[in-house]
């Protein structure tokens, strides 16, 4: 019995020993991803994601092309960076990335998705054209996940708004959207407001954006929306 016990425990070692290590979880590749407008937003459009590997990129199409069957790819320019998470009172590091998606047709509605092997799930913009257009603006959602009626709120107004104006373009942000910019679980919350999978995102950052809990400024929180 002993003997049996040994060779499980030496079989065990082995696949422990040779298994490859995933250090990204079995989650999507890339995260915090967001759409931001280019120098011209007929023809171009920004692309920004955090990521924990190497090699991310945006595979992208128009909206009638679901599959992706005849989509492009813009590999993404990517920096390790370092920051402090208050929430674990830890510093983090991972690659943030930018793409620019370029000779884009005007007015027309495309969707992306961002990664390598596990894909982000699908989120969509539409280039800018010369129609009269209708845009969301938001401000002061102070996302905090120890009250969730905030990020709740926040999603019931984007759903009335929604409903009420059909042919929204874009989205601007005036700040003041977490609670504290050092707590990287608030940001998560925050980007996965249904807005940031719809619309290109204009957004101006708040003092909240740069404040630890103790409402002194940390610049280094820009690292999360920059």
Not at 51 to 61: A, Q, R
Not at 91 to 104: E, R, V
Not at 113 to 140: C, I, L, P, Q
Request: hydrophobic share 35%.
């Amino acid at each position: 019995m002993k003997k049996f016990i040994g060779v499980l425990l030496i079989i065990g070692l082995f696949f422990l020993v040779t298994s490859p290590l995933k250090v990204h979880g079995d989650g999507p590749d890339a995260f915090l991803i967001v759409t931001n407008p280019s120098e011209d937003t007929s023809k171009e459009m920004n692309i920004a994601w955090h990521t924990n590997i190497l090699g991310t990129f945006v595979e992208y199409t128009i909206k009638e092309d679901s599959g992706f069957t005849s989509s492009n790819r813009v590999l993404g320019e990517c920096q390790a960076i370092t920051y402090y998470d208050e929430g674990i009172k830890a510093d983090i590091t991972d690659y943030k990335c930018d793409a620019t998606l370029t000779n884009l047709t005007s007015d027309t509605e495309y969707i992306y998705r961002v990664g390598k092997t596990n894909f982000s799930s699908t989120y969509g913009f539409t280039t800018s054209g010369t129609s009269a257009f209708t845009f969301m603006y938001f401000s002061d959602v102070h996302v905090y996940l120890p009250i969730p009626s905030r990020y709740n709120s926040a999603q019931k107004l984007i759903n009335v708004i929604e409903s009420k104006y059909r042919n929204l373009k874009f989205v601007v942000t005036g700040g003041d959207m977490t609670a504290y910019g050092t707590v990287r679980d608030d940001w998560k919350s925050y980007y996965s407001l249904s807005m940031f999978s719809k619309y290109m995102i204009a957004s101006t950052p708040g003092n909240h954006e740069y404040c630890d809990r103790s409402a002194e400024i940390y610049a280094d929180s820009r690292k999360y929306f920059d």
